[in-house]
């Protein structure tokens, strides 16, 4: 491994501080940055981290926050040689429905949580989801904010540092919606040469800064399924071009974010049809998916499929030889991806799950920046060919909303039962890099927002109405609210 005193000579003999890592609890048994994901319909997965590695992890659960009569354990964790810590993963199967369960992983010193189970495929009840992309750790390491930072009661509690972030909004709101999605650009670890006081531990800084993010973000997602997909900022130490192999080993090639996802997300669901061949497709799909990078699964009226913008697909930017230069993947063999999008698409029912969500990272469609053409040749026409309702990306920093469109084109019937996807990006969620400037605007774009950190919300009202509303994180205020109408007549969509 390279020092990076030799790649930074300039700055040997600095004195520079030492890189902010999270205190170590005296009880290495503590669970840190938990998180939770949808499995499959009926199973949750609870993952969390460690300072010592467990011969076995435990978790106890129950409806009753005074009774948790069932226990699950595992003795799998996973580490990598630059990390502190131990992914420990533990699966809650057989659960109910929309149910709420409590839970406390086993520990001297852990608390009881609690989550609402996962909602069956086909269950029309109304239900609204989070999409939080491009999200950053938050203080020395990140980004800052200077708004009112005074003490106020919230459940659950995040730290006061916290206040006025894209977390506190989701804190505040946590009744208000049931899972949320975050398709890339977790941390921004990689941007750890931007301190001046981590100049000389580009190593260790990664690692802390990663430690300081997930333990931030866990009163979200310890409480709220937290579906996650991969991002430009996962890949390496460092995006700079040509230097991530200045990267040790184990933090190159999405290490990390392997480590944290790769157990808790799902693959592909049993189809809920009755048709034979949407059954075949889904079974299909199951052995195609790869998570962390691409998968799918269904809540209550959506199927929601997240797709990876990085590597696995012709040019992609990360992959080898990729514009990026991050040298990233493969993770599947040839056409992995594509083949799972392609059975996965072609498996839903919309009789069950009428509406067809796709999340990835890198958009297609952009205001001010340059667009991911490899990705619109890689994934357009699929998701138009399949019929898909909306597609949610993110990498440009700030908040944008695009009339259905295709090719290029807008859709003539708008957002009354169009044919191509609307395009949504919400990058804003707030990282070290700041917004980005909205820029010059396509003529399709119906709302762009570049002023301060905003995030969005799904809200499937019914079978034929989703709303999609834009918030700015430091108020709650809606900046953009929109409904798009599908009339979902056709069972199994092929344009």
Known sequence: ???????????????????????????????????????????????????????????????????????????????????????????????????????????????????????????????????????????????????????????????????????????????????????????????????????????????????????????????????????????????????????????????????????????????SSSNTTAKALAQKAQTLANPPFWYSFEYGSAHIVMFDTETDFPDAPDGPDGSAKLNAGPFGRDNQQIDFLNADLASVDRSVTPWVIVAGHRPWYTTGSKPCDVCQTAFEDIFYKYGVDLAVLGHVHNSQRFYPVYKGTADPKGMSDPAAPMYIVAGGAGNIEGTSSVGSKPEYTAFAYDEDYSYSTLRVLNETHLQVDFIRSSTGEVLDSSVLFKRHEVDFVVQ
């Open 1 to 271: 491994m390279q020092s990076w005193c030799k790649v930074l000579p300039l700055l040997a003999g600095s004195a520079l501080a030492a890189v902010t890592y999270p205190p170590i609890p005296e009880d290495l048994t503590t669970p840190t940055q938990q998180r939770i994901a949808i499995h499959d319909a009926t199973s949750v997965s609870v993952g969390w981290n460690t300072y010592a590695k467990l011969n076995q992890s435990c978790v106890h659960y129950g409806t009753s926050e005074t009774n948790l009569n069932a226990q699950a354990c595992s003795t799998t964790y996973s580490t990598y040689s630059s990390s502190r810590t131990y992914s420990n993963t533990v699966y809650l199967t057989n659960l109910t429905p929309a149910t709420t369960y409590y839970y406390k992983i086993e520990s001297t010193n852990s608390s009881t949580n609690h989550f609402l189970s996962p909602r069956a495929p086909g269950d029309k009840t109304p239900f609204n989801l989070n999409v939080v992309i491009d999200l950053g750790v938050y203080g020395e390491d990140g980004y800052t904010l200077s708004s009112d930072k005074s003490k106020r009661s919230d459940i659950p509690a995040v730290d006061p540092s916290l206040y006025h972030t894209t977390i506190h909004r989701l804190a505040t709101t946590i009744n208000d919606y049931e899972v949320v999605i975050h398709p890339g650009d977790f941390a921004y670890a990689d941007d750890w040469y931007l301190r001046l006081k981590n100049l000389l531990h580009g190593e260790e800084a990664y690692q802390a800064i990663l430690e300081q993010f997930y333990e931030q973000l866990a009163p979200i997602s310890a409480r709220k399924p937290y579906m996650a997909g991969p991002g430009n900022h996962e890949a390496a130490c460092t995006e700079i071009p040509f230097t991530s192999g200045l990267c040790p080993e184990s933090q190159r090639n999405f290490t990390a974010f392997i480590d944290k996802f790769a157990h808790t997300l799902p693959s592909a669901f049993a189809s």
